[in-house]
């Protein structure tokens, strides 16, 4: 994997839409995500054509990414939400324009693709830090979430992992631009939970599982098996709220492919249990992620009696978040429960 060279203030970023154009729907959420870029980050950022064109096509979106990683004052690129169509394109993106240039990516969700077409580029990317759902946290960025992100930007070096207090995953309506001044909900965070013992260490690959599935069965190039010895997966859910049963059969397919049995270890967001069209009740969230969190043990012990799993982390489809490593180095310490990635 290549070294990414960190930012300094007053550089400037590529904010892009690689899925769906959010700006282009609420723009009012937009420029408060560059508000916060500037002001917290002391960044510039650089729209782009298609960056607010909602129904840019394919070839639109992958210029817009190739001219990002080609232009050299252009430092970084903050993906500014997710969407569910990378699957269809990502993969026929020229190599060059990404392994010449390699610089921070920024995004999670169906940028997940993207992510794994950067991994085998060599190019280590950020799995977090979406323009919406973390710049423009409503009333104001949490804290935690900008710690990590500025050690993702600005600093070198290897960094314990901490959870956060708090979390939250009930979002406020973007249609209401007076949302913008609410503070959002926040619940007591269970922590983290592990399984196994001993200490591995190994380079991060995966995100959201939905992507992962769509990987897995559009056949679109990933690691190679051998690769996998020295991987340690990381997985969590979308706003979809799948259910344990797809969570099994998606982990299941990573444990037939012969994945399981060879990663280093295993690492698992807190998943997302409400949304607008999936509100649960507290103890009915509560339940929900301890179902996955023991499909997930149960399946990967299947395949690997020994790996260190560590489950309901602070990243993916939750806040405050963790702008995880992509394709760096993790250490994982089952007997302390620490752990450790470099940035």
Known sequence: MQRLKKLK???????????????????????????????????EPVEFPTTKKVGASKDERATDLVSAFEREDIKAVIATLGGNDQ??????????????????????????????FLWLQGVPSYYGGCLFTQFAMNKEMD????????????????????????YNDIGLDWNDPSTLDQARKYETNEGWRWDG??????????????SLDEILRHGVAMPTLESFGNIILMTETSEEIPTHEYVRRVYR??????????????????????????????????????????????IVREYNTTVPIVLNMDFG???????????????????????????
């Open 9 to 43: 203030k007053g550089d400037k970023v590529a904010i892009l839409s690689p899925s769906f154009a959010a700006p282009g729907k609420w723009p009012h959420v937009y420029e408060l995500g560059l508000e916060r870029i500037r002001t917290v980050f002391g960044l």
């Open 87 to 116: 699957i269809t394109y990502i993969k026929n993106l020229p190599a060059e324009p990404f392994k010449n240039n390699p610089k921070p990516f920024l995004g999670f969700s169906d940028n997940t693709h993207f992510e794994n």
């Open 143 to 166: 804290a935690f979430t900008v710690e990590y992100l500025k050690k993702a930007l600005f600093e070198n070096g290897q960094y314990e992992l901490k959870a956060s207090d708090t």
């Open 197 to 210: 013992v001993g200490t591995v260490e190994g380079i991060t690959w995966g995100g959201c599982l939905e």
């Open 253 to 298: 397919a990573l444990g037939e492919r012969g994945i399981l049995a060879r990663v280093q270890g295993v690492m698992a967001g807190r998943p997302q249990a409400y949304n607008f069209d999936k509100k649960m009740s507290m103890e009915e969230k509560i339940a929900y992620r301890e179902k996955q969190r023991q499909t997930i043990i149960s």
């Open 317 to 343: 489809h939750t806040n405050p978040q963790i702008a995880m490593p992509h394709g760096m180095q993790v250490r994982i310490d089952a007997d302390a429960k620490k752990v450790f990635a470099t940035f």
